[in-house]
């Protein structure tokens, strides 16, 4: 079956370091692969999309990879925040049409 | 500022009886979704439309019911056959690069 995976460990990062979370992905492949911020009790915001045919994308502090000869996104935040601390989503779907399917989500702390 | 508003934000239920949980959207999107998210646990999709009128269902849509009548409402029921129905309730649509969540209603059976 389809499956997307992200570090179920929470990840602890020094503040102004940069913070790399891990998306993987199997028996699937994805046209479109995106990334989503949630805070407690809050909905989840949408942050990047990266296409298939696309090796980065860039947005202010953020980067997104896909690799799809691995099967994995990576997402970065440089000079990391305490406010950057939430837990981050990555999500993919085969075509703009098609269901998409979530991670569980990592859980990023960002000391100070 | 354009947006999804879901009301309330907690809710409580009693054994045996039906809630619905509103879905308001201003965004003029086509397509709307509700997800389920339990503690530690993933979105699951529970409902979507594609379209007024029109709707499908989702990975876990057994003991939930909606409704399209207008392009910008979707409620949710959750019925009396929900067994486990005490989980956070997210809405969304979509048009373009990424979902539009609403804030979410954390309901819980009493």
């Known amino acids: 079956s389809q499956k997307i995976e992200q570090n179920s460990e929470a990840l602890n990062i020094q503040e102004g370091k940069t913070a790399t979370l891990t998306c993987n992905y199997t028996?699937?492949?994805?046209?479109?692969l995106q990334w989503y911020r949630q805070d407690p009790g809050r909905g989840p915001v949408f942050l990047l999309l990266?296409?298939?045919?696309?090796k980065e994308k860039r947005k202010e502090r953020l980067k997104v990879t896909f690799d799809t000869t691995l099967k994995q996104s990576l997402f970065h935040i440089t000079a990391s925040q305490p406010a950057d601390s939430a837990t981050y989503l990555c999500?993919?779907?085969?075509?703009?049409?098609?269901?998409?399917?979530f991670g569980k989500g990592t859980r990023l702390h960002i000391l100070p | 500022d354009g947006g999804i508003t879901q009301s309330p934000k907690y809710l409580f239920r009693k054994e045996g009886q039906n809630v619905t949980l509103s879905c308001e959207q201003n965004?003029?999107?086509?397509?709307m979704y509700w997800y389920r998210q339990d503690p530690g646990q993933g979105l699951r999709l529970i409902y979507y439309s594609q379209i007024v009128n029109d709707f499908q269902k989702g990975d876990i849509a057994e003991g939930y019911s909606v409704s399209r009548e207008k392009k910008e409402s979707f409620p949710l029921t959750v019925t009396s056959a929900q067994k486990n129905p005490t989980a956070f309730y997210l809405c969304?649509?979509?048009?373009?690069?990424?979902?539009?969540f609403g804030s979410g209603t954390r309901l819980t059976v009493v």
């Open positions: 965004l003029n999107h086509d397509a």
């Open positions: 028996n699937y492949s994805p046209a479109y």
């Open positions: 969304a649509s979509f048009r373009g690069n990424g979902y539009t």
């Open positions: 999500a993919t779907t085969r075509n703009r049409d098609d269901k998409i399917i």
């Open positions: 990266i296409r298939e045919n696309e």
